[in-house]
């Protein structure tokens, strides 16, 4: 099974959306094994962002980030990076399919209501990045053989 990173941004939490977006993933059929509230700061910004600390718009970025508290979740699923991903929708919210997260709830490139992993490298390093080993859970998963088939992975 993969593991990807969602943050719930900030903009999420402070709009009331955090338990529509959670129980989106959870009626697809995906698996959470970690969840955590958090304030992020510069520091953790500078590394989850590296590929974009030299865009004009980093800092606004950054403001946004912090603005309020994120919500961190772990979820599980054969191939949940690109589902998860897939359910995001594009990063400019207003080109993004409505269905998706982004196109349902957001209006800008920027404040775009969540983050998800977008490679299974990445997932593995974002996660290390925001849990520890105690953070995830193990528990039974009775419902999987409604959710795949046998031979699925
Ligand atoms: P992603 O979140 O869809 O993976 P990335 O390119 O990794 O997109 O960018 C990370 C975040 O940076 C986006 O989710 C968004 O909040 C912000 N961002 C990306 N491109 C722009 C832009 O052109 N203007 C403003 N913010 C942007
Ligand atoms: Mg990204």
């Known amino acids: 099974m993969e593991r990807t990173l969602v943050i719930l941004k900030p903009g ?5 959306l955090v338990g529509e977006i959670i129980s989106r993933f ?21 590394k989850h962002y590296a590929h974009l600390k030299d ?12 603005a309020a508290p994120v ?3 772990c979820w599980e699923g054969f191939e949940a ?3 998860v991903r897939a359910m995001a929708g ?12 982004r196109g349902d709830y957001a209006l800008s490139s920027q404040e775009n209501v969540v983050h998800t992993s977008d490679s299974v490298e990445n997932a593995k ?9 105690e953070d995830y859970c193990e528990y039974p998963s009775p419902l999987n053989q409604f959710l795949y088939a046998p031979d699925e992975k």
């Open 26 to 46: 959870e009626k697809r059929g995906l698996k959470l094994v970690a969840m955590k509230m958090r304030q992020l700061d510069q520091e953790i910004l500078d």
């Open 125 to 133: 390093e974002e996660l290390d990045r925001f849990f520890s080993a």
């Open 12 to 16: 999420a939490l402070q709009r009331g």
């Open 81 to 83: 990076v690109k589902v």
């Open 90 to 101: 594009t990063t400019n919210a207003r080109n993004a399919a409505p269905g998706t997260i």
């Open 71 to 73: 919500i961190l979740c």
């Open 55 to 66: 865009k004009p718009f980093f800092p606004w970025l950054c403001s946004g980030m912090t």
